[in-house]
């Protein structure tokens, strides 16, 4: 070795020691991509997910099964696509901050998750050569950051048609696309798609007599695929993302009843201190709030029309009466 290269190398390496140690340090305190930061204790997932959302029984199973699987994967074969659909209201967004809450230290403020809201960010039509771009620039950037990223779509029904193929590259089994690699990329896509569908076989059920708990994903998921591809309006509608089967899984969430609704006010009651213990809730009140919603179907009166959606608004008008 020449002693002015040696002297390189020792520089070199010397540098590369200083750098990673100052990104290690600098990584204990800021988000990175490490897993100090993205860390998912699957059995706090499933727990948080049964105490927190109610009469969601196939999405607490099949959320937990699928991010749980994604996961643990090495080197999983496609990014994570699930499809939320349901009514307004039934917990799609919920449900998507509870997992960023437990799988990124940071949750939704993360780096690295991003809620897209269809309508707000996508709204002309006649723009969508612009979304495009800034779709794409989003997710390549985000996911050459972290491979762990995660996109939540919100009203992806609503979006312009076309740019939601933008998506299906980032979907697809590609082992990396210009050197990124998306297959530890996880997305969800949330829509009202076949909530109408979902809806009546749940009413089958009751009118059956069967436990609504009886419901089984393979009742549902022949509904909500057929629905998100022949609803007209939808952005689905004829979409690559669906007929490719892209998509890992399609979740439904049922309609809320009114003892799921109860159980929402009981806990907005509580968070905002109108009673500090649950066993002093009075019943009544409960009662008197849930009343304020409006009930389907129109003989039946079974579902809240807006989920637990509304239960804020309701609960202030009642307790501030007081
Ligand atoms: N199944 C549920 N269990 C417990 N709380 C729920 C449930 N569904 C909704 N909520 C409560 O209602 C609020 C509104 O629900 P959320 O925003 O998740 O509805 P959504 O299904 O995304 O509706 P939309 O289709 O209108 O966007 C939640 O923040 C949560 O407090």
Known sequence: IEPISGVATVAAGVAAVFFSSFRAIKCQFKECCTKRWINLNVTELSSSLRDQVYGQHLVIKAVVRHIKAHLSNKDPSKALALS?????????????KIIADHLYKEGMKSGFVHMIASTKEFPHADMVPLYKDKLRELIETSVNNCEK?????????????????????????????????????????????????????????????????????????????????????????????????????????????????????????????????YGDIKEEKVREIAEQLQYSPEEEQLFSTTGCKR???KTGYVMEED
């Open 84 to 96: 939320f659909h349901g009514g307004t209201g039934t917990g799609k967004n919920y449900v998507s």
């Open 149 to 277: 990223s995660m996109f939540i779509f919100d009203e992806i029904d609503k979006m312009p048609p076309g740019l939601i193929d933008t998506i299906k590259p980032y979907l697809d089994y590609y082992d990396n696309l210009s050197g990124i690699n998306y297959r530890k990329a996880i997305f969800i896509f949330l829509s009202n798609t076949a909530g109408t569908e979902i809806l009546q076989q749940t009413l089958r059920f009751w009118h059956e007599e069967k436990e609504r708990d009886t419901i089984e994903l393979k009742d549902m998921e022949k509904l909500v695929t057929t629905s998100a591809v022949n609803t007209k309006t939808s952005g689905f509608y004829h979409s690559d993302v669906l007929l490719r089967h892209m998509i890992t899984a399609y979740i439904p969430f049922l309609p809320l009843e009114r003892k799921h609704v109860r159980q929402c006010i009981k806990d907005y009651l509580l968070a905002k201190k109108y009673y500090t213990n």
């Open 311 to 313: 239960v804020p608004e």
